[in-house]
């Protein structure tokens, strides 16, 4: 539970306002948040939500599909990620991996991106959220979004005969 608000935190859904208490923002403010993310370098910090201001960076800036493995080396940098001729990945870069798998878990209910599968057994990613930074057309509601705004049947309380 934690991972999901840091992730719905990260992209403005969701804000802490105390300890163990979030206001839920909704998804207006999602194109701001995204141009923010694009606009804005940030340092090395290992929390979930850095990684997924990140991760949102790379696959934005990217456009396409992407494997996880590809996605993860790019996180760490150049200098821990696997030389082309030994295709063995550090501890580090698998541990990175599963983070993107959980983060990629929280993006793809919300509606920003979606896992496919292009080879047998390698995980990818791709951005389906049709709007983008720069982009000239209104951003889509997202599926999570249009949920909000249909209306809810009205429940009644349970009388006595019926909790008996």
């Given at each position: ?25 909704g ?81 793809t ?16 990613i ?30 009644e ?8």
């Amino acid at each position: 539970m934690y991972d999901v608000i840091n992730v719905l935190e990260s992209i403005g859904v969701v804000k802490r306002t105390a300890k163990l208490k979030y206001t839920f923002h909704g998804y207006d403010q999602l194109p701001d948040v995204l141009t923010k993310i694009v606009e804005t370098e940030e340092d090395n910090d290992k929390s979930v939500s850095h990684l997924t201001r990140k991760m949102i960076r790379v696959l934005l800036q990217h456009n396409g599909v992407i494997p996880t493995s590809q996605l993860a080396a790019k996180l760490i940098g150049p200098d821990v990620a696997p030389e082309p001729i030994k295709k063995q990945r550090s501890q580090r870069q698998i541990t990175i991996e599963r983070r993107l798998y959980d983060i990629a878990s929280v993006l793809t209910s919300v509606g920003l991106l979606e896992r496919v599968q292009q080879q047998k057994r390698v995980p990818t990613i791709v951005w389906t959220y049709g709007w983008m930074p720069g982009s000239t057309h209104e951003p889509p509601i997202l599926p999570v979004a249009k949920m909000a705004l249909e209306p809810h049947p009205v429940l009644e309380p349970l009388t006595d005969e019926q909790l008996c």
